[in-house]
């Protein structure tokens, strides 16, 4: 009998501001992790992790979807993947705008032949799907946008294994702040998102160091060639360490193994082994 394992992080580095509101955020991990790890034992992965990223999203102490921080434009523009290990199959949006929970648009591309829309293109089809306009700007984010402070990370995901040996993961970001307007995270693509029949990963940290590296893609891959997850996830961090990289990353392999290893100061996450949920930040 496989036991369902779940892990989910609200983002790697500093607290970036949220420092005075730890046990808040150890509070509404612990909140989020219980309320997703229900979801898996009641239905697979794949729902569980829509589930604790759309929580996630939907908290604005974290940095997606509500919450989510400006642009150099002061616009927001949030991105998110999702990928079900099952099916090998990712989809995702980048740079969307005024949606509650990118992650959830992410998952209505699963069921489409063209699985990544990026931009205005990926509002409209929210639009067209009849997601409703929403703005996700909350005062801290539009004071920290007007006194130009900018960050390096800004991510949430959940990783989690079903009973039936299923790995799926999910990843959704508002950026760094300050960027380029229509810049490109990790998030959605599968150097920062990744889960097939062997494993799964969520990294969090600095997207462009991220893709450079194709963190999530490769830690899965070491391990679909025969690797034990800890000594493929080992592998990564000290390839990114060489390089001076800054991320983290947070998995799960198909013997129920859950791994998290970070270059970054530190990465806030928790994790429900079966028994009970813990909250670290490492």
Known sequence: MIIPKLI?????GSLEGNISKKEDLRSSLIDICNSTYKILLQSNSYN???HGVSALESNKLFNAGTGSKLQDDGRIRMSAGIMDGQKNKFSGVINIQNVENPILVADRLQKEDHTIVAGDKATQLARDLGFPQYNPLIQKRWEEHIGNKKGNTGTVGVVA?????NISAGTSTGG???ETPGRVSDSSTIAGNYANKFAGVSATGIGEQIVNTGAAVKIVTRVEDGLDLKISVDKTIDDAKMLNYKFGVI???HNGHICVDKTTDSIFYAWNNGKKTEVFKD
């Open 176 to 178: 760094i702040g300050g």
């Open 48 to 50: 569980a992790v829509l």
């Open 161 to 165: 294994l079903d009973s039936n040996g």
């Open 251 to 253: 998995s799960i392999c």
């Open 8 to 12: 989910i992080h609200g983002g790697a």
